[in-house]
C-alpha cells in the first residue's frame, strides 16, 4: 500500500479519541457516552504542500485532520467542540479556536500550549478531486496551503453534482486572519466565513456576526373589511304549455272499375278481335 494512502489512517490513530460510526453532525450528543473524547463528524482531512509565497522551493508537507468532537469538560458536562490536527513536516500542531463554514475552515495553531498562528483554507471543486487552498502562518512564516481532500466515512461533504468551470483566474490569495481577528470576532459573536464569487474564487474572509443576519419579523395587518352578503333571488318564469296533437289526414280514394263487354258476331269469313280494356282511374 502506498505511504499517501496510510497518511488519513495515521492521523485517525495519532488524534487522541475514539471513531464511533455517525452519519452526519447533526449537532447533537448521543444518549449513551463513555467517557472518552468520540469523533461526531470530520470536516477536513487530507494531504498536500504547504509553499512558500517567495520561494518556491521553499515547502513543507502538510497533513491536516478537523472536525466536531464529543468531549467532557471539566465540570462533568459533555459538549461538542471542534478540534484538529496540523503536521508540517514532521511537526505536530494542534487546532483550536475553529469556524467551519459552508465551505471554508479557520483556526488558531497552537504548539503545545502557545499560540503558534492561524490558517485559513476554502474548499475548491476540481474535476476528480476536492482542494482546500488558502493561506496560513506559522512560527512567524506565511505559506499558500494546497490540501488534496481525503474520502473518510465520517466527512461532511455535499456529493458534487457536478463539475465546475472556472472561467477565468482567480485573484489574489486569500490573505491570512490573525489568531487575535479569530478571537476578536468570536468574541463578539461571530465566526471567519470564506465566501465565494460567481467564478468559484474565493473572496476574502470575513468577521460574520449574528448580528448582521437580518431576520424579516412578518407583520400582520388587521384591514377593516365591508362584508356584503348576497342574497339569492329565486325567479319563478311562468311558462306557458303548449301540446301539439298530430292531425291524421285520410285522403278518399275512388275507385272506377270498368267492366269489359264482350260481343260475339257470327261466324262470318271475316273475324273482328275484341280488345278488352280495363281502366282504372284514381282520384
Not at 125 to 153: C, E, F, L, Q, R
Not at 195 to 212: I, R, Y
Not at 259 to 268: H, Y
Amino acid at each position: 500500500m502506498k505511504k499517501w494512502m496510510l497518511a488519513p489512517i495515521v492521523l485517525a490513530l495519532l488524534l487522541p479519541i475514539i471513531v464511533l460510526a455517525a452519519d452526519e453532525d447533526d449537532g447533537t450528543v448521543p444518549l449513551v457516552y463513555s467517557g472518552k473524547p468520540v469523533i461526531r463528524s470530520l470536516h477536513v482531512i487530507g494531504k498536500g504542500i504547504a509553499v512558500s509565497p517567495t520561494n518556491a522551493m521553499d515547502f513543507k508537507i502538510i497533513r491536516i485532520i478537523a472536525g466536531k468532537v464529543i468531549v467532557k469538560t471539566d465540570n462533568n458536562s459533555v459538549v461538542l467542540k471542534p478540534l484538529g490536527l496540523l503536521f508540517l513536516d514532521k511537526e505536530k500542531y494542534r487546532l483550536k479556536e475553529i469556524d467551519f463554514g459552508n465551505e471554508s475552515v479557520s483556526a488558531v495553531i497552537f504548539k503545545n500550549e502557545t499560540e503558534a498562528g492561524s490558517i485559513t483554507i476554502t474548499r475548491v471543486h476540481k474535476p476528480g478531486a476536492v482542494v482546500w487552498a488558502g493561506s496560513m502562518t506559522v512560527d512567524g512564516t506565511t505559506y499558500y496551503a494546497y490540501i488534496v481532500n481525503a474520502i473518510h466515512p465520517k466527512m461532511v461533504l455535499k456529493p458534487l453534482k457536478k463539475e465546475i468551470e472556472i472561467r477565468k483566474s482567480c485573484g489574489p490569495k486569500i490573505v491570512p486572519v490573525s489568531p487575535a481577528e479569530i478571537r476578536r470576532c468570536k468574541r463578539e459573536g461571530g465566526k471567519i466565513v470564506t465566501e465565494k464569487d460567481e467564478n468559484g474564487c474565493p473572496l476574502a474572509p470575513k468577521c460574520v456576526k449574528e448580528s448582521q443576519t437580518t431576520t424579516t419579523i412578518p407583520t400582520t395587518t388587521t384591514a377593516n373589511l365591508t362584508t356584503t352578503t348576497m342574497v339569492p333571488t329565486t325567479t319563478t318564469a311562468n311558462l306557458t304549455t303548449t301540446t301539439l296533437t298530430p292531425t291524421t289526414t285520410t285522403a278518399n280514394y275512388t275507385t272506377t272499375t270498368v267492366t269489359p263487354t264482350t260481343t260475339t258476331v257470327a261466324p262470318t269469313t271475316t273475324t273482328q278481335e275484341i280488345v278488352n280494356t280495363t281502366t282504372t282511374t284514381a282520384v
